[in-house]
């Protein structure tokens, strides 16, 4: 029993760095090698965040150690930013950054808002099949296969 309760207590020190540093760092090369720039987003987006974290935690480090619930908080905080089923760096770009900051002239990926959201929900190798369907067809073609998409979830 005193096993499980000293993994408990140390869960953050034995997950985190595998979820805060390892799966982004190998994402982020992924994303460098996609030619996607909505994975290039949920990455870049990731790691300044994980940065403002950071820095946060750097200069409240005084306060924060009298709350032991910290840790977990940060640790569960980048789960929902990193694990792709959540894409929470992605969402914190789209609704808040992209609305509040506007940093230079903002370039369109060639995707409207809608086709970003379901791009964004796909895994990485289902997005290169349909950027590589999209090459081949065009872009109507990938509204018309949403579109039918959307028709056939009605349904069920």
């Known amino acids: 029993m005193g096993v499980m309760v000293a993994i408990a207590r140390n869960m953050d020190a034995l997950i985190g760095p595998g979820v805060m540093l390892l799966y982004p760092l190998y994402a982020s090369m992924r994303a460098i090698e996609s030619p996607s720039p909505l ?7 990731y790691w300044v965040l994980y940065s403002l974290m950071t820095l946060f935690e750097l200069s409240f480090y005084r306060v924060l150690q009298w709350f032991p619930l910290w840790p977990y908080m940060k640790l569960i905080c980048c789960i929902w930013l ?5 894409n929470g760096a992605a969402y914190v770009y789209e609704n808040y ?13 060639g995707y409207s808002k809608e086709q970003r959201k379901v791009m964004q929900m796909m895994s990485f190798d289902a997005r290169k099949a349909v ?7 065009g872009p109507d073609a990938f509204e018309r ?3 039918a998409a959307e028709k056939e979830a009605k349904k069920h």
């Open 131 to 137: 950027e590589h369907y999209i090459e081949k067809y």
């Open 97 to 109: 950054v992209r609305t509040y900051v506007k940093i230079g002239n903002h370039v369109s990926s």
């Open 82 to 86: 990193v694990l792709p089923i959540f």
């Open 145 to 147: 296969v949403v579109k």
């Open 39 to 45: 994975d290039d987003q949920q990455w870049l987006t």
